[in-house]
C-alpha cells in the first residue's frame, strides 16, 4: 500500500492515493471480519 502511494507521490496524487488505499483496506477489514464473527456465532449455536 505504501510503495502504491509512493509510486503517485510524483503526479502529486501519492496523498489522495494513500487515503483512498486506506479507506478500502478498512472497508475490506470491516467485511472480513463481519463473516469471521458470522462463522464463528453459527459454530457456537451448534453446539
Known amino acids: 500500500m505504501l510503495l502504491l502511494s ?3 507521490r510524483a ?8 487515503y ?3 479507506f478500502l483496506v478498512s472497508i475490506m477489514a470491516a467485511v ?3 463473516y469471521i464473527r ?3 456465532d453459527r459454530n457456537k ?3
Open 6 to 8: 509512493t509510486l503517485y
Open 11 to 18: 503526479t502529486e496524487r501519492g496523498c489522495n492515493m494513500h
Open 20 to 22: 483512498i488505499l486506506s
Open 32 to 34: 472480513v471480519s463481519y
Open 38 to 40: 458470522k462463522w464463528l
Open 45 to 47: 449455536k451448534d453446539n
